[in-house]
């Protein structure tokens, strides 16, 4: 059975609940999801990173803040420099979502961030092949998949002032969620599992 690890930075919750969203998604293809908060894995030598090394994909995730990942992902994806001088993620299969306050907030530059990291480590990106959601005047904002029309990654939108527990919003967590799917199966199929 295909391992994906999910590592990710989350402020306020929001990015949490959709990682949380992404790891249902990989277990309901069949696969088996771990969660990892960037805060965990700020050093080299310390943290999970066994069970990074261990894992067939990873996917990336963060809050954009101020047009970027946190600080915290940003400790991580330096930290992962001893893995990098190891090729330790070679032909792993990565992807990444983020989330912040406003449906654009600059969201393409922190998965950007994210392709590049995968790339640094020799990583191989699954974007979430989604078509747009959100394109014509008969779909419903509301309930739309992948409404913010983000294609290397998944981008979704929390209303700041509105706690995780509501926001973001179910399509935008079945968004996530499809995400997780799509890493799994692309996984196996990478696999030949």
């Known amino acids: 059975m295909v391992k994906v690890a999910i590592v990710y930075h989350s402020g306020f919750g929001h990015t949490e609940r959709l990682a949380q969203f992404v790891a249902k998604g990989v277990s309901d293809a069949g696969a088996v999801s771990s969660l990892h908060n960037t805060d965990d894995l700020q050093r080299p030598d310390a943290g999970p990173w066994e069970i990074l090394a261990s894992a067939d994909a990873i996917v990336f995730g963060s809050a954009t803040y101020m047009g ?6 940003k400790g991580f994806a ?6 990098y001088k190891e ?15 406003t449906p654009s907030g600059d969201k393409a530059a922190t998965l950007n961030q994210f392709i590049v990291l995968a790339c640094q480590h020799g990583m191989n ?11 014509l005047t008969s779909h419903d ?14 981008g979704t939108q929390s209303f700041t002032d509105h ?8 399509a935008e967590l079945e968004t996530g969620r499809l995400l997780g799917v799509r890493v799994a199966e692309a996984t196996q199929r990478w696999n030949g599992a």
Do not use: C, Q
């Open 141 to 154: 904002y509301d309930t739309a998949i992948n409404r913010t029309g983000h294609y290397t990654g998944v």
């Open 68 to 73: 970027a990942a946190s600080a915290s992902f």
């Open 125 to 135: 990106w699954v974007s979430p092949a989604f078509k747009p959601g959100y394109s």
């Open 163 to 170: 706690g995780p527990e509501d926001s973001p919003n179910s």
């Open 87 to 101: 090729h330790g993620w070679k032909d792993k299969l990565a992807a990444g979502f983020t989330n912040s306050g």
């Open 78 to 83: 330096d930290a992962s420099s001893k893995v």
